[in-house]
């Protein structure tokens, strides 16, 4: 009986330890998604001051997850690991109450942007994981003793997530869960490329513009004179799409405020997001303008798109043009401008690069992991559908790979 006792006990242990270390991995994945989650649990408790520290917290925690996690797996350190996880489900559990009480227009990131669940559900999950903690970890005298040879296997993990880590944070995630991900299409090539894509009344795009303090919201027929400020964009869908289609609204305006979404609908197009201009050093605007240029020689058509207004652009390539780096003239001619939360969805590096063919998204590179000249000129000749396909495969099996590696040794040595 002790010992029937004994494996119910370290099965709800499972089931907590599987649930943190996927949600964790999750969100280490995508730290720079996981920071602006922070950001909005910071707005919802009135501490906005803390934006700067959202990264920092975010990786922090997750890892914080992943380690408690791979832990509670193994069965390590189980009386510290068990009242380090009851500490933490307090705290998940308290904060699941207050979004069902107070019921905020925001999502609770459990899964990063894998999984996307309401309050009720963030609450009822904390509910059942709070129950399975309990059963799992009540009385402290009956947890019993780990094998040696998991301290190994914890060692293991660990090193993979500093690594998985290192990576999530240099480059761009592995695997993109947000509508921005490979093979998404673009709304703006079913009016520019003539292509079936919706009936004609199945979406309209709405434009939120803003001048002296007040927001309004346009369409694309009605669009407002230069006086005003563009905002953001979003596309209001009224049929459900067809099965297996993505499609994303992909705001592009020039230095009169006038909107140009055909300007990224063409055979072959290079996009430079920037979605935080102020971060960026002389140096890597300068770098920016030569991969720019380099693509434009290679057939693509390039774009750089900034969030940032007309007017603060300008005075921001003033102040370039002083710094003396970066080819001005080019970067005004290619220059155009965006907002904030749709090019940091885009491309989660600031200063990274995405590759549209024919209105769909191909692939995308960090900024420090630019394509050279030689791979550009490979891309420009071979058909997009092959950087497409490798594209997603490599990223979904390194990913796949990791977590396959990360439970075998934690379940089987």
Known sequence: MNIVLERAKRFCGYIVG????ISGVLKLLDPVGTSLIVKEYYGFLHVGFLDFSAKAVAVALSMLESVIGAALITGLWRKTVAVATLCVMGFFLL????????????????????????????FVKNIILSALCCASFFPFSALGKPKKRKYVAFSMVVSGLVVFSVYSLTYIPLVNFTDY????????????????L???????????????????????????????????????????????????SLPVIDGEGEYHDELA?????????????????????????????????????????????????????????????????????????????TLIT???????????????????????ALPND??????????????????????NLSFQAFLLYAFAVMLLL
């Open 18 to 21: 599987i649930v943190f270390f």
């Open 95 to 122: 904060i699941s109450t207050a979004l069902l009480i107070f019921d905020p227009v925001m999502d609770c990131g459990c899964f990063g942007e894998a999984v996307h669940l309401t309050h009720l559900q963030t």
């Open 181 to 196: 991900a490979a093979s998404a299409r673009l709304e703006a090539s079913e009016r520019h490329i003539n292509q079936d």
């Open 198 to 248: 919706y009936s004609s009344d199945a979406y309209e795009a709405v434009f939120v513009y803003e001048k002296d303090g007040k927001q309004e919201e346009f369409t694309l027929e009605n669009l407002p004179d230069s006086t005003w400020t563009f905002v953001s964009a979003e596309t209001v869908v009224k049929e459900r799409r067809r099965p297996g289609e993505t499609n994303i």
């Open 265 to 341: 609908v063409g055979e072959k197009v290079m996009v430079a997001s920037v979605y935080a201009p102020e971060k960026l050093s002389g140096r890597k605007w300068a770098l920016l303008a030569q991969y720019l240029k380099m693509s434009e020689a290679n057939g693509f058509r390039p774009l750089l798109l900034v969030a940032a207004s007309p007017e603060s652009g300008r005075a921001m390539m003033e102040t370039l043009e002083s710094d003396g780096r970066a080819d001005m003239d080019f970067l005004r001619k290619v220059l155009y401008y965006s907002d904030y939360k």
């Open 346 to 368: 885009l491309n989660r590096s600031n200063g990274g690069a995405t590759y549209f063919a024919d209105g769909f998204l191909i692939r995308k590179w960090a900024f420090k």
């Open 374 to 395: 030689n791979r550009l000129r490979e891309l420009g000749i071979e058909d997009p559908t092959e950087p497409l396909l490798s594209y997603g495969t490599v990223g």
